[in-house]
């Protein structure tokens, strides 16, 4: 069975978050054990978290054996990424495998410490003791030059709104709060008031919570003394160790997560695919058309910057109107984005805020709504645009495919310069609308089907690309007189 031993403590005037680990044998066991560990990893102080993990996280860290990781080493090193958590010794020695457990034949690092990404340490030393086959783990932590983390700014712990008592509690508290709204002069008005009670309500939850944990710990630790001292029954003993260990775990979980970083279906979605797979679908039935060579063009992969901070708000409320939204629905919606402010937040200190004007609230589940809806009229515009697109079915005829699209990854296929020309426009056109902005350094462009062969140029043609290839010219120079893909020049020029 794994351990864990949590410790806060106050060192130098820098306040510190002592974590150790015994991770079980088990690779479920290890996994369960990282995700009840990984809610004290969120935290300002500095956190040391370290010990026998029992499993490594990169395949060189076994010896002999250049495995996959398993789904336990997979959760801990996604954990670690989240809390901004590095391994303090591929922190300093990445390439060196030092190994910490030593038995027969059988190596691997599978002790180790991590620290956040700001903190100042040494590097770790393996050091072999007569009285284990673990080699014991030092290194130093500068906890003075250490940068000072603030509080950060607090965030709802939205996973624990699952559970029925909480969500009910919110839900009736919801309800409170309606009538409310008839003694405001505006729903702007009642939003702010709303806002700053529902940041009390959880808070007092909260602390109501914790309290009751804390006494059913201590209730649960009073019950193990008394079956220990009178001699209470192996199975009874068994059972409240392990209620008073999840008890343990559980009970500082918290209603409010600390960062220290400041890190109604959509109707219709016109070729923007619902999920990942499907884009990609697309893309390759695309890509198979051009190697049978039923088709032969440009595939036009746009680089939108900044495409969720970008969306302009009227225009965004002009779509939704458009598109038959209730206007009751899209005036809420000016309410939560009006007055909306932001703020720099580094290593926990928040700065000055400043307002935002445009795009979509990054981790609002309305916000990728929110954004199909506002590219919604461009990729309808290059649908029905004069584009030949691709026939995905000779037979239905209504199965083109012009654009894919999902979120703000748009591929185009275009099949003539006039084609790419008129897609061109068609951005500028959008961006001047919505705000957008194509990032045209990162657009990149793929030829599908067969390539224009030698022998269709004439002599003339070819005597010309002989002559700036050997006068040194480049590809680029080629590329553009004869109006083809740049990487296929080399193929050409030798067949000449």
Known sequence: MGRCLI????????????????????KWDRKCLFMRIKPY???????VFGGDFNTVTRPQDRGGSRDKLTYDSVALNSIASEARLVDVHIRHTPGHPGFTYHRGSCRSRIDRFYLKEEAVSSAVSAVEVEFSDHCMILFSLNVTET??????????????????EIRQSFEDFVQSQVPLLDLCSSKSEWWEIFKERVGRFFRQLSSLRSLSKYRLYQGLRRKLERLVSTGGSREEISRVKSLLMRCQYDRHA????????GKYRSPDPYRNCRITFSAVLSVREAVEQGRAGHWKGYMLSLDQAKAFDRVNHEYLWSV??????????VDWLKTLYAGAESFPLVNGWIGRPFGVGSGVRQGCPLSPLLYVFAIDPFLRGVDRGPLAGIGMDRAAPETTLRVVAYADDVTIFVSSRGEAEWVLSEVERY??????????????????GDMVKSREWSRKTREEVISLHRKGNGYKKIAKMLNIPRDTIGSIIRKF
Request: proline fraction near 4%; charged fraction near 25%; glycine fraction near 10%.
């Open 254 to 261: 918290s209603l409010v997560f600390e960062r220290d970083y």
């Open 147 to 164: 940068p000072r983390m603030g509080r950060g700014y607090w965030r709802l712990n939205s996973s624990l709104l699952e559970e029925a």
């Open 431 to 448: 961006s001047e609308s919505s705000g957008s902005k194509i990032n045209r350094d990162k657009c990149e462009s793929l030829w599908l």
């Open 7 to 26: 410790l806060d403590v106050l060192m130098r005037g820098q306040e510190l978050r002592l974590i150790n680990i015994y991770g079980p044998q088990s």
């Open 41 to 47: 990893l969120f935290t300002s102080r500095q956190v």
């Open 320 to 329: 939704l109107l458009r598109y038959g939204l209730p206007g009751g629905f």
